[in-house]
């Protein structure tokens, strides 16, 4: 399988990371400087309300919204001796939530440790936990918990052994516990004992800057797109992670020499005028990000609704009329939007509830079918996955871990125009789109000169955001960029015109 990792980093206000596997984009993942991103933060927060209706605390940690700290994130009390007061079986027989009140384990004014497991999304404040845990490259590191093991999804159970011992061997420090991940996988000691100790230094300044600073304030910071995508995303089967910004390829190299120098000859600074994601072909899967309607090969389709709480996904047989029989028809059609429908997911990074609707089929050979494609698909992704058995309406229900705000809010803001019922792009992402549009043909030997006419809104901000980056484009190639603004432009069109010397339009 060919797999690539694409680092686009060259905008400064931007980075995005493009997973291919046989030039199609499975994954996609983009973080823009504007908004902040704050999960896997550790904060030194005040408790500074609660809520014993919801058996849940509110939690000022120095960001504009509170963070919303639920009972069973609580770490329960420990014993004097250092253990916890609840057996691992205990705990198994009865929830956590049934043996603790949150007026019992927090009190007004006290100052807590917490981490954010889920961004703020709409009115809502940050999720929080006081169960902390330090990701490393192989291994994650659990404060308060006694608990050693290895991912479940390490199903090799020769291989779940030998990481065993491993662990064993490292003599991990009383009341702190660690997980092998995934990409431990055939790993030396040698690497992982090196992850233990990076994790163990790591959480030992933490412990000391938490002792010496006052509430609320920031503890932990998590590392930047780049660092953490490599470091929980990267697996043996990438052949190749090209990055088109000099700066950051430096910072990834350093990164991959001190934690995984094996790979580091896999890193490739991209340096051609073409734009990195336009030489793939990716930006128009990344146009369609907020298309309702995705086509399925051969005929066929599924439609995506979402919501603040709930997706729901149709699928349509359409066109596709392969077999003479009905069921048959159907069942090819589920099986081919099962694959997919995974794909949008991941790509959408949608959360919450999901429903999908399956075309009708009758045979219980074909729903188990469909069923089991869709949980095979489902286990590529990285967020948690629940799912449910089809019903008889031939509906299933899943659940998707959600931390952060799916990509549609991070690409697309509600329309100033329709008040909610339709999505207009972002000033900024217009701009960027602008902005690749002209590097992706500037080089050409017959334009000599680019007119862009826009709304005074996206004007103003080609003006001024982006008059670095133009005034580099006109130094590097020798031509002219000018930027018209008019009133009556309709918002969210970029018109851009190619001129020749002779001041004739060139058809790209």
């Excluded at 009972?71 to 027989?93: C, L, N, R």
């Excluded at 309406?393 to 991070?410: G, N, P």
Aim: aromatic content about 6%.
């Amino acid at each position: 399988m060919d797999k690539r990792m694409l680092i686009n980093a060259v905008e400064p206000e931007e980075c995005r990371i493009a997973i291919l596997e046989n030039n199609v984009l499975e994954e996609l993942y983009i973080e823009r400087s504007s908004r902040e991103q704050i999960a896997g933060n550790i904060y030194k927060g005040k408790v500074v309300n609660i809520e014993s209706s919801i058996e849940a605390a509110f939690i000022d940690i120095g960001l504009r919204k509170n963070g919303f700290l639920h009972v069973s994130d609580i770490m329960p009390p420990q014993e004097p001796g250092g253990g916890s007061q609840t057996t691992e079986t205990e705990a198994a027989v009865k929830p956590h939530r049934e043996f603790y009140k949150i007026r019992h384990l927090l009190h007004q004014g006290q100052e807590i440790l917490v981490q954010v497991t889920k961004e703020g999304i709409g009115t809502k404040g940050p999720s929080l936990t006081t169960y902390i845990s330090l990701p490393g490259r192989y291994l994650v590191l659990m404060p308060g918990v006694s608990r050693h093991g290895v991912s479940r999804k390490i199903s090799n159970e020769e291989e779940r052994q030998r990481l065993k011992k491993i662990l064993e061997s490292l003599s991990p420090p009383p009341n702190v516990g660690f997980i092998i991940r995934t990409a431990g996988v055939q790993q030396t000691k040698k690497e992982i004992h090196k992850d233990f100790h990076y994790l163990l230094r790591l959480w030992k300044n933490i412990e000391k800057r938490s002792r010496n600073i006052n509430a609320p304030a920031t503890i932990y910071q998590e590392s930047d797109l780049v660092i953490r995508t490599i470091r929980d995303i990267f697996s043996t089967d990438v052949r190749e992670i090209i990055v088109d910004s000099k700066s950051v390829y430096e910072r990834t190299q350093d990164f991959l020499r001190i934690i995984m120098p094996k790979y580091e000859k896999l890193l490739t600074l991209y340096a051609e005028d073409k734009p990195l994601f336009h030489k793939y072909n990716i930006e128009k899967d990344i146009e369609d990000i907020n298309s309702k309607k995705i086509p399925l090969p051969r005929g066929g389709s599924i439609v995506i609704e979402q919501t603040e709480a709930l997706v729901a996904i149709d699928v349509n047989s359409g066109r596709f009329k392969e077999e003479s029989d009905p069921e048959e028809t159907a069942f090819k059609t589920n099986l081919k939007a099962a694959k997919e429908v995974s794909r949008q997911i991941r790509l959408r990074d949608l959360g919450g509830v999901i429903v999908i609707d399956f075309i009708d089929m009758r045979e219980e050979t074909h729903i188990h079918a469909i069923e089991k494609a869709l949980t095979e698909a489902l286990k590529r992704d990285k967020a948690r996955t629940k799912m449910l058995k089809m019903s008889k309406f031939c509906t299933i229900e899943l659940t998707r871990q959600r931390i952060r705000y799916s990509l549609r809010d991070v690409l697309f803001e509600e329309c100033k125009f329709c008040r909610g019922t339709g999505y207009a792009k972002t000033v900024e992402t217009l701009c960027l789109n602008a902005m690749r549009d002209i590097k992706s043909v500037i080089h050409l030997p017959q334009i000599a000169k680019i007119e862009i006419f826009v709304n005074p809104e996206v004007a103003n901000y080609l003006q001024n955001q982006k008059r670095k980056q133009m005034i580099e484009i006109e130094e590097s190639y020798h031509k002219k960029v000018h930027i018209f603004s008019a009133l009556d432009h309709e918002y969210g069109k970029i018109d851009i015109r190619y001129l020749n010397q002779k001041n004739e339009l060139v058809v790209i």
